[in-house]
RNA sequence: GGUGCGUUGGCCGAGUGGUUAGGCAUUGGUCUGCAAAACCAAGUACAGCGGUUCGAUUCCUCUACGCACCU
């Protein structure tokens, strides 16, 4: 008789409290911790990521930490094929549960639904209309997308130039409209999933959201901003704690705004964090 | 005690005799390969009393508070 095989996948906003939570669940189940999070992946950055201590990590076998590089950008759909076929390993190597952390919903959704088959970016495409976007408006790309995928133009986001450039380049790249990969299903996945997902009081995940950012600091942010300076265009870096900080080693502002503003965003980013999984039912949720 | 200036939503800040500046924060939301990204939306404020006026946040009186200066 096979065995039941299930995911255990523990989400929640940032600097709820999810890696202590991981720990004691991984250790109950005997899992290693598989990451969800589309930025402790990369191994170039570690402080301003929050990534699992060093110890922790040696106890328990970590997947999706540091494993790859910020100059080969990553994505929604790697990590998809990448994370399937780690469990598939896992679970044959006798696991019968599994637990997975992290605070990427889009990720998380890719892992359990499945992304349609789009196909991805070509970097020249995508290169050239980003440069239109910047130096057309969207406004002009929206009027490309319309007369190739009125479905899609009709229901993306008006605005948001991000969505437009990659509707656009697929149906450039395919002959065929964008809309017309979405199937609207998930896909079937060959073990039992739930989610359980950790939030706190607003204001209290706001307060630890703030003490971590200073934290961070303490910690030797900085010098790892200003290695990774270099870098700053990369998408990979493009992130809360990295890009506010760029700013203050070019003399934009001082160390204290930068704070101000990394902590900022990271409240705002948990907010967009809560609001992904408002929506989704199957995630049991418990207040730490 | 006197004179002058000021008092705008959580904060900053413009402005006007009659379609509610704007920014930030806050809150809600969107999401199919950059997702810690990108994007959308919401709140109806003018210190208080009275007056002028068809109508006052905007003009006038007084009161309160703040700042500055004077005796």
Not at 139 to 145: D, T
Not at 180 to 209: N, V
Request: proline content about 5%; overall charge neutral; charged content about 30%.
């Amino acid at each position: 008789m096979a065995k039941r095989r299930r995911l255990l996948i523990l989400l929640g906003p940032t600097a709820v409290g999810k890696t202590d939570q991981s720990l004691s669940y991984a250790r109950r189940y005997d899992s290693p911790i598989i990451s969800c999070d589309s930025r402790q992946l990369y191994r170039e950055m570690s402080i301003g990521t929050a990534v699992p201590p060093e110890a922790l990590r040696a106890e328990i076998p970590h997947y999706f930490i540091r494993d790859h590089s910020i100059f080969e950008p990553y994505t929604a759909g790697k990590y998809e094929v990448e994370a399937l076929a780690l469990l598939e390993r896992l679970f044959n190597e006798g696991h019968e549960t599994l637990v997975m952390a992290g605070g990427s919903g889009f990720y998380i959704d890719a892992l359990c639904k499945g992304l349609d088959d789009f196909p991805s970016a070509d970097p020249e495409l995508r290169a050239m209309l980003m440069r239109r976007l910047g130096e057309e408006g969207v406004e002009s790309l929206r009027m490309e997308l319309k007369s190739l995928d009125p479905v899609s133009y009709a229901a993306l986001d008006i605005a948001n130039g991000q969505r437009v450039v990659r509707a656009l380049e697929v149906c450039l790249m395919t002959g065929r409209p964008f809309s017309s990969f979405k199937t609207g299903s998930h896909k079937a996945r060959p073990f039992e999933i739930e989610k359980i997902g950790f939030t706190r009081p607003r204001a209290e995940l706001y307060a630890r959201i703030d003490a971590r950012v200073l934290k961070m600091v303490e910690d030797g942010l900085m010098e790892e901003v200003r290695r990774l300076y270099p870098h700053r265009a990369l998408p990979a870096l493009q992130t809360v704690g990295y890009k506010e900080l760029f700013p203050v080693l070019e003399g934009e502002y001082g160390l204290e705004r930068g704070v101000e503003l990394v902590q900022r965003n990271t409240r705002h980013y948990a907010k967009r964090q809560l609001s992904w999984w408002a929506r989704d039912k199957d995630i049991r949720w418990e207040m730490l």
